[in-house]
């Protein structure tokens, strides 16, 4: 089983950056791969996935803004968010994926307040 634990949401001006970090614990050796998702308007809509081998897929409302990216040997996912926009304002969660059940595990997400 995989734990997911998101961090480094909070509150910036519009035109400014956060990162966010996923940890997970767990058997984290079976993860093939993982990705960020958001929440506004009560629907959870893909951000950005990579795989284990680093193959990436953004939004188009993020492309040039947003990186993924994961460190496997501290089994941390980032999303380093850059010029950021007031519709970029969401609760950001942070899912695994893994070849043995349960197959995907959630984080309790957090907030990213972008201020105009």
């Known amino acids: 089983q995989v734990q997911v634990v998101e961090s480094g949401g909070g509150l910036v001006q519009a035109g400014g950056s956060l990162r966010l970090s996923c940890r997970t614990s767990g058997i984290t050796r079976r993860i093939k791969s993982m990705g960020w998702f958001r929440q506004a308007r009560g629907y959870r809509e893909l951000v950005a996935t990579i795989t284990r081998t680093g193959n990436t897929n953004y939004a188009d409302s993020v492309k040039g803004r947003f990186t993924i990216s994961r460190d496997n040997a501290k089994n941390t996912l980032y999303l380093q968010m850059n010029s950021l926009k007031p519709e970029d304002t969401a609760v950001y969660y942070c899912?695994?994926?893994?070849?043995?059940?349960?197959?995907?595990?959630w984080g309790q997400g957090t907030q990213v307040t972008v201020s105009s």
């Open positions: 899912k695994a994926v893994s070849s043995s059940s349960p197959f995907v595990s």
